[in-house]
């Protein structure tokens, strides 16, 4: 697994002594790996990704040709054209780790969220990129969501079905790894509150998917969770309780936030914490540049249906043993 950033594209400039073989081998190799990509799922830009599938496939088609009818005749190459073709070559480099993030598994939700930044990358003068009208409508379901959280307002289950179905996440595992990455993501240095309040609700989203939409999509999971049932950190709905506890406290958090650190904890023990004269994250014993806690609504919302599915449990089981 590389260390790569998610939307960060290094890529090495050719040697300017680089031969012209060299050069335009490499440039089939890298877009045939390109083209590899045909077959991957996009969550977002699929225009975007088609339409880059085609120039890519007419450079591979004129660079065969070079290859084929060219190179052996030549003993020396334009400079000028081996300057543009490793110019062609950094961008390619850059396309191969953009094709890559675009599908990437546990990003999907990411990805369409920033579906106007990924957009921009393909752009070119000739070809202006932008997110297509589903992912434009997906994106607004998303944040209508959130508001519907913010507002305690239980969400219709097709609407969020429809987003699922659009990002390609239909299973309990699926959820399991989109929340991996953004939890990853969200403990990266230098998030601004906006981005750490944004990752967090697309968290609780996923997490409220997970608990309450997807519940016996994925089988294999669902078999998991009847033979954890009665161990003592029961799973509900594919959520286990710890997941829901606040670190210093270790109770059902009432009031979730989330510090700098992408951390969680209730609202109620950290300000205790740093009232205390702490200016650290408990979990982590880093120091906090900035002590402002982020309300997480949507996580409010997922250990409000934890709380109803343990009711209805309980209550079906007492019916049981009746």
């Not at 944004?198 to 519940?215: D, H, N, Q």
Request: with cysteine.
């Amino acid at each position: 697994m590389s260390d790569r950033r998610i939307l960060t594209f290094p890529a090495v400039h050719p040697c300017e002594s680089i031969s012209i073989t060299t050069l335009i081998n490499s440039l089939l190799e890298i877009a045939g790996k390109i083209l590899s990509f045909k077959s991957k799922h996009f969550s977002t830009i699929k225009g975007n990704a088609k339409e880059t599938f085609r120039h890519i496939h007419n450079l591979m088609v004129i660079f065969q040709e070079i290859r084929v009818r060219k190179l052996p005749a030549c003993r020396s190459f334009p400079r000028s054209a081996i300057l543009s073709l490793s110019e062609l070559h950094v961008i390619f480099r850059k396309l191969k780790f953009l094709l890559q993030d675009c599908t990437r598994e546990g990003a999907k939700l990411y990805m369409l969220i920033n579906s106007d930044q990924v957009s921009s990358h393909f752009q070119t003068r000739k070809y202006e990129a932008r997110p297509n009208r589903d992912d434009k409508r997906a994106i607004d379901s998303v944040y209508w969501i959130f508001n519907l959280f913010e507002n305690r307002i239980k969400p219709n289950q097709d609407e969020v079905l429809r987003v699922l179905d659009h990002i390609g996440v239909r299973t309990w595992s699926y959820c399991v790894k989109e929340i991996g990455f953004l939890r990853e993501e969200i403990r990266v240095e230098k998030k601004d509150k906006n981005e750490i309040e944004l990752l967090s609700s697309l968290i609780g989203f996923i997490c409220y998917c997970r608990c309450v939409i997807l519940e016996g999509i994925d089988e294999d999971e669902d078999k998991k969770e009847e033979e954890e049932e009665e161990e003592e950190y029961v799973i509900i709905r594919g959520l286990k309780v710890d997941d829901l506890r606040c670190p210093i406290s270790l109770e059902i958090m009432n009031d979730p936030v989330v510090l700098e650190t992408g951390h969680t904890y209730d609202r109620s023990s950290i300000t205790k914490w740093f009232s205390a004269g702490n200016i650290t994250c408990p979990k982590t014993g880093k120091t906090l540049v900035s002590t402002v806690l982020v309300g997480n609504v949507s996580d409010k919302q997922v250990v409000h249906s934890y709380f109803e599915k343990e009711i209805d449990h309980k209550s079906k089981k007492k019916k049981l043993s009746v």
